[in-house]
Every structure is written in structure tokens, then in C-alpha cells.
């Protein structure tokens, strides 16, 4: 990977680790306990909780994906941050552009 991807690369995931801090600071507001007189407009206090429950799993999957960001942040400094674990070829670029997170390449994951 060259210097310039690297960089391209680094502000790609900087840019994700935003956009997902931020959805999930809006997650939060909306995974507060339903109270029992909860009068959310027209909502009834079912819809309220399964509203609650399908942001609670959106909120789950945005940090799962903020940690792997993070790591992958943290892991592009290192000289073999790219390289695929399993047959040790470089991940092509385009690859991690998409999913900076990824430790394998497409050939060792369909393989
Ligand atoms: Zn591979």
C-alpha cells in the first residue's frame, strides 16, 4: 500500500468512526426505558418497545462496527496492517476501502 493510500484509507475510516459515533448518539436517545404512560405522539407503548428493540439492535451493530474501526485505525500504522493472515498477499485496496476491518483476502474467504 502506498503512502497516498494509506492516507486516502485513514481518513475513510475517520470519516466512518464519525458518521457511526454520531448514529449512535442517536441511538441512545432513542433506547431510553418506554414508561408506562409513555405518550410518544400517536405511538402506543407496544410500538414504542419494539421501536426501543430494533434500536437497541442497530445501536448494538454500530458499535461492534465503531470497535472494528477503531481497531483497524489503530492497526493501519503497523507494517503489516493489509496483508492477508492467511496467504500473507497484500488485501487489494479497493477491498479496504470497502471493509477497512478486513484481515483476510477475497480468495482466502471464498476458499
Ligand atoms: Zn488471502
Not at 19 to 32: D, F, Y
Not at 35 to 61: F, V
Not at 75 to 97: A, N, Q, S, T, Y
Amino acid at each position: 500500500m502506498t503512502e497516498e493510500e494509506k492516507k486516502e484509507l485513514r481518513d475513510f475510516i475517520q470519516s466512518e468512526i464519525g458518521r457511526l459515533k454520531e448514529s449512535i448518539g442517536l441511538a441512545k436517545n432513542t433506547v431510553q426505558p418506554v414508561a408506562p404512560d409513555n405518550a410518544i405522539g400517536r405511538l402506543t407503548r407496544m410500538e414504542a418497545i419494539n421501536s426501543k428493540s430494533i434500536n437497541e439492535a442497530t445501536l448494538n451493530s454500530a458499535k461492534i462496527k465503531l470497535g472494528r474501526l477503531e481497531k483497524a485505525l489503530r492497526d493501519l500504522e503497523e507494517p503489516d496492517f493489509g496483508i492477508c493472515v492467511r496467504c500473507e498477499e497484500p488485501i487489494p485496496f479497493g477491498r479496504l476501502m470497502i471493509l477497512p476491518e478486513s484481515t483476510v483476502c477475497v480468495k482466502c474467504i471464498e476458499g
